[in-house]
């Protein structure tokens, strides 16, 4: 989600390790943690990538039958930013723009798709908007009580947002009321500034705003279970474009056995395997 231009300065520990080419070499990674000893390390390979547009602020990421979907915000700053999604080229890296919302009322955030339609978090409207996944056409705005919305994905039942807390909030497809909330520990602890998520086989996997982390939460306890640093990413990144923002993006491939790994004006979707 989008918090004006705060720069964040990484230190990776261990070397990148990311593919160069786009190509299907497997590299293998070790990633750091702050505390290895009470939270269980993911390990991880790059096996690959995929372009991405430097000028995409990436705010939301899926994957539906093999096609990769984002939605982007427009940072006041960043003139030639928009908020609107849509699936991506991947031989480019750019989003074709499916649908859009007035950067001037609203900022895009965190999208899902469940139950033939797709929708859309804005960042501070309190607002969720509904297009219909075959045509992209609005069908319906709803409200929601969260302060402000981040990251989205589902369960096939439930839609499960994020909103820079400690906690995910459940809302039915049906009309996005609330259903729950889940409270989010790591040993005990709140886990804050939750962000962009991507729900597997019972777990969400979610970004920390302000870091290259990744975290693997069980949703039937609310605990973090293993999280991973994706540092060597970011830092490789940074050297295509200097001016990229926060990692901020991630989708499964269930046909692939992969994760999407992207971020605000990252010039690469990177592909990756948990081992």
Not at 47 to 55: E, L
Not at 146 to 171: C, P, Q, R, V, Y
Not at 204 to 221: C, E, G, R, S
């Amino acid at each position: 989600m989008f918090k004006n231009f705060l720069r964040i300065c990484f230190v990776a520990f261990v070397a990148t390790s990311c593919d160069k080419t786009g190509g299907s070499d497997t590299t293998e990674t070790t990633s750091t943690t702050e505390d290895p000893a009470s939270t269980a390390t993911l390990n991880y390979s790059v096996v690959g990538s995929y372009p991405h547009d430097i000028q995409s602020f990436t705010e939301g990421l899926y994957v539906d039958n093999g096609q990769i979907f984002e939605s982007t915000g427009s940072p006041e700053e960043l003139t030639y930013t928009l908020s609107h999604l849509g699936p991506v080229d991947t031989t480019t890296g750019k989003i074709i723009p499916k649908a859009s919302i007035d950067p001037k009322k609203y900022f895009g955030e965190g999208i899902a798709k469940l139950d033939g339609k797709i929708f859309q978090l804005t960042y501070k409207a309190q607002k969720c908007f509904v297009y219909d996944a075959k045509t992209y056409k609005p069908i319906a705005e709803y409200p929601y009580a969260n302060a402000e919305g981040w990251g989205m994905t589902h369960d096939s039942t439930h839609l499960i947002m994020s909103d820079g807390t400690s906690k995910l909030t459940f809302f039915s497809p049906k009309d996005f009321s609330k259903v729950k909330e889940l409270n989010i520990r790591e040993n005990g602890y709140a886990v804050d500034k939750i962000n962009e998520l991507e729900y597997v086989d019972g777990f969400v996997y979610a970004n920390i705003w302000t870091t290259n982390q990744i975290v693997k939460i069980d949703l039937n306890t609310g605990n973090v279970v293993a999280k991973v640093d994706l540092g060597p990413l970011y830092v490789e990144a940074q050297k295509q474009n200097p001016g990229l923002m926060e990692m901020n993006g991630i989708a499964y491939d269930p046909k692939k056995g992969e994760f999407l790994i992207t971020g605000k004006l990252w010039p690469k979707i990177y592909r990756i395997k948990f081992l």
